[in-house]
């Protein structure tokens, strides 16, 4: 499928707020019926690398697991795994922190915590208090990604549009894809029925196609700012 640029900001901003909502609120109205596998069955991306091909397969192979169940059965397997891998008891067995893979003691509220806090708090996003997390959760700093996405859709001239653009590749680089392997051995190794593992290696792969997009964009120039990709 060909999108032009602007297509490719919006599509970008409802994934990353899409996929941030997955893993901060696993049982929202916005996110439910992701246990039904018409959302991975659908999805708008074809895999462009082996995280995307891998990660899609395994969540359409649990969503189909998750099918035969009884709905409230489904959702009560997928909040089971969530709550191991993310939330505990005792010490989450896939802490969903940053700062808990990039500290050698692997501690929360380190450096990377606060420099998230300083990037959502330049593009205009504060924490919504019922969270209660610290801000390099993961699905905070895939939605950082989408409202800065978002932000580059009100922008039309082009050095304006590059700044911002690098700056979300630079975001990815040092934030995101520095510890989200990490993160994706302990969801699949830990996971009870293989959604989150599936999801989190999915995001991965986006991750890594969008970084090549955001590359293709800041290496072409100004005169084919709006040519399809």
């Known amino acids: 499928m060909m999108y032009t640029w602007p297509e ?33 069955e659908s999805f708008p991306l074809e895999p462009a690398n082996r995280q ?3 990660g899609l397969g395994q969540l359409r192979k649990c969503t189909e697991g998750l099918k035969i169940m009884a709905p409230n059965e489904a959702r009560q397997e997928v909040m089971v795994e969530y709550t191991i891998l993310f939330l505990g008891p005792g010490r989450p067995k ?10 050698e003691g692997q501690l929360l509220f380190s450096r990377t915590t606060y420099e998230v806090r300083k990037i ?5 996003l504060e924490m ?11 699905g905070i700093e895939l939605l950082a990604l989408a409202l800065m996405s978002e932000n580059v859709q009100d922008v039309q001239e082009w050095k304006e549009q590059k700044t911002r653009i ?12 520095s ?22 290696e999915l995001i991965w792969g986006i991750l890594l196609w969008d970084r090549e997009l955001l590359q293709e964009f800041l290496t072409q120039g100004e005169d084919l700012a709006g040519i399809l990709v």
Request: hydrophobic content about 35%; aromatic content about 12%.
């Open 8 to 40: 490719v900001w919006k599509l970008r901003t409802e994934l990353y707020k899409f996929l941030g909502n997955c893993l901060l609120e696993p049982l929202s109205a916005s996110t439910t019926k992701t246990f039904e596998g018409k959302v991975w």
């Open 52 to 54: 995307m091909e891998s």
């Open 94 to 103: 896939a802490p969903p922190w940053e700062s808990v893979y990039r500290t």
């Open 120 to 124: 959502l708090a330049d593009n205009g």
């Open 128 to 138: 919504v208090e019922k969270n209660h997390q610290p801000e390099d959760h993961i």
């Open 166 to 177: 690098g700056r979300q590749a630079s975001f990815i680089d040092e934030h995101l894809l």
């Open 179 to 200: 510890w989200i392997p990490g993160l994706c051995k302990d969801a699949k190794q830990n996971g009870s029925v293989g959604y989150y593992g599936g999801l989190i």
